[in-house]
């Protein structure tokens, strides 16, 4: 789910668009389950991702790109200046 690669860390993400509101919402097949309020068309859904992981993991958007998965439901995202525990920690449910 979340493991050290070249330039950074990656983060499996399993991506569900047209949520109510943005959310994490738990694991999913070895992946991060996110709840986007955006629709998948125009690439909506691939900034809206972007945008709501820089808020979760408190990084600059540019810190941020999808490396797999562009086009589908389950992406690669490479988290660039944090470590895996970081990020994993970051990514954890709040309550």
């Known amino acids: 789910m979340v493991r050290e690669g070249q330039g950074g ?3 499996e993400v399993r991506v569900i ?5 943005s959310v ?4 999913r ?15 909506q859904a691939n900034a809206a991702l972007i945008e709501f992981l820089a808020g979760v ?5 540019r810190a941020l790109s999808i490396v797999h998965g562009g086009k589908a439901r389950h992406k690669r995202v490479l ?3 944090l470590r895996p525990d970081q990020v994993t920690d970051r990514l954890k449910p709040t309550s």
């Open 17 to 21: 668009p047209r949520a109510a509101k």
């Open 9 to 11: 860390t990656l983060v």
């Open 57 to 61: 993991l408190q990084v600059p958007t």
């Open 79 to 81: 988290v660039a200046g």
């Open 29 to 43: 097949d070895g992946a991060v389950l996110v709840r986007l309020n955006a629709a998948p068309v125009d690439g």
């Open 24 to 27: 994490l919402a738990g694991h």
